[in-house]
């Protein structure tokens, strides 16, 4: 298929299991157990899972509790995030050895661009094998790599041989590619919405691109115009070597469970104070304010409002956050809340498009 936009060479690379490999990794004694960063309290979370405990299913943001239930045997180590950042920050270095086009969208995973790299090597597919190595090599972790002509396919393939593998979907099979992937595994589709196109009779991607743009619109709002296109591998989004954060939050997770927006206001004092370091530290300020409320069964409620100037200071984020508290009857105890700017003064109007002179050619070496 010949497709009427320019082509890139994405690379998208995932550490495997990354906060729990480094643990594994610094503690010999650790390898080859289930272990569970962070969620060994009573109300602790689980913040990632060596492959051992995913045997038994446990996964990140499970409650731990939940978690040794499921992995009796399961060992949690407490989270050492200054050692994470240290080791991410040792990866990126490799990434830059090859392109300064590098989006990180976290400190386990990012985008590299390497259409044009500083190697001068017309293979991304071997760029990748090269990345993956060294990181090894310097950090005696392992990652895995997706390879296409975009990074919503980059991302997809990323997940496809994990642990310690990568795979690449060149031009002339990202139809295919797309067609015949479980509609689960489409990057941005959580279990709701896969349920949602379950219920339509959307189960593969071929499934989803049998369905008109006015059908996905309807029964998807403004996502179903990028459900359309992805599935026929179009996905223009460029890598963006310095990305702009869309919010700035803080959240606290309670011990004990809170029954009354009373004890709540001391806690969201502190939280307000959290954030306004936050965003001071960046420089940021932000319009719309959105309160986080966890209960203690685990639904989550958000209450969200826009004021008409940019705010940044601790007192008026806690007068909104407490305004929102109050704007309902809570549903049930309270076991974490968090409050987050969005809106923010670093977001820019949208620029069109511009057409690119030159169009990579179909047939090149991945």
């Known amino acids: 298929m010949d497709f009427d936009f320019p082509l890139r060479k994405i690379i998208h690379v995932d550490m495997d299991a990354f906060y729990a490999s480094v643990e594994q990794h610094d503690n010999p004694e650790l390898r080859g157990k289930p272990i569970a960063v962070g969620g060994g309290s009573k109300r602790g979370v689980v913040s990632a899972a060596s492959y051992e405990a995913r045997k038994f299913g446990v996964r990140s943001a499970m409650a731990g509790s939940i978690a040794q239930r499921n992995c009796p045997d399961l060992i949690f180590v407490k989270p050492r995030f200054d050692r994470y950042k240290e080791v991410s920050k040792q990866i990126r270095s490799i990434f830059f050895e090859y392109t300064d086009l590098v989006e990180p969208l976290s400190l386990d995973e990012a985008y590299l661009d390497v259409t044009e790299n500083k190697k001068g090597n017309p293979s991304a597919t071997l760029i990748a094998k090269e990345i993956r190595q060294k990181i090894f090599d310097k950090t005696g972790l392992t990652a895995s790599a997706g390879i296409s002509i975009n990074k919503f396919i980059a991302k997809v393939a990323s997940d496809y041989n994990k642990p310690n593998g990568q795979k690449t979907v060149n031009p002339e099979e990202v139809i295919e590619f797309l067609e015949n992937l479980d509609i689960r595994k489409f990057y941005g589709v959580g279990k709701v919405t896969a349920e949602k196109m379950y219920r339509l009779g959307i189960f593969t991607g071929k499934d989803l691109k049998d369905k008109s743009l006015a059908f996905l619109d309807q029964h998807f709002g403004k996502s179903g115009g990028h459900?359309?296109?992805?599935?026929?591998?179009?996905?223009?989004?460029?890598?963006?070597?310095?990305?702009?954060?869309?919010?700035?939050?803080?959240?606290?997770?309670?011990?004990?469970?809170?029954?009354?927006?009373?004890?709540?206001?001391?806690?969201?004092?502190?939280?307000?104070g959290e954030l306004e370091r936050r965003l001071q530290k960046s420089k940021i300020a932000g319009k719309t304010v959105t309160l986080k409320i966890k209960y203690s069964d685990f639904t989550l409620q958000t209450r969200s409002k826009t004021l008409p100037y940019f705010i940044a200071s601790k007192d008026l984020i806690l007068e909104t956050a407490k305004e929102l508290l109050y704007q309902s009857t809570l549903e049930n105890s309270v076991r974490l809340l968090g409050i987050s700017l969005a809106n923010l003064n670093t977001e820019k109007e949208k620029e069109q498009p511009k057409k690119e002179s030159v169009l990579v050619q179909l047939k090149f070496d991945f």
């Open 227 to 272: 459900y359309f296109n992805v599935v026929r591998g179009i996905h223009l989004s460029t890598v963006k070597p310095h990305r702009i954060p869309k919010s700035v939050g803080a959240e606290r997770t309670f011990f004990e469970n809170l029954s009354s927006e009373i004890f709540m206001l001391e806690k969201l004092e502190n939280i307000a």
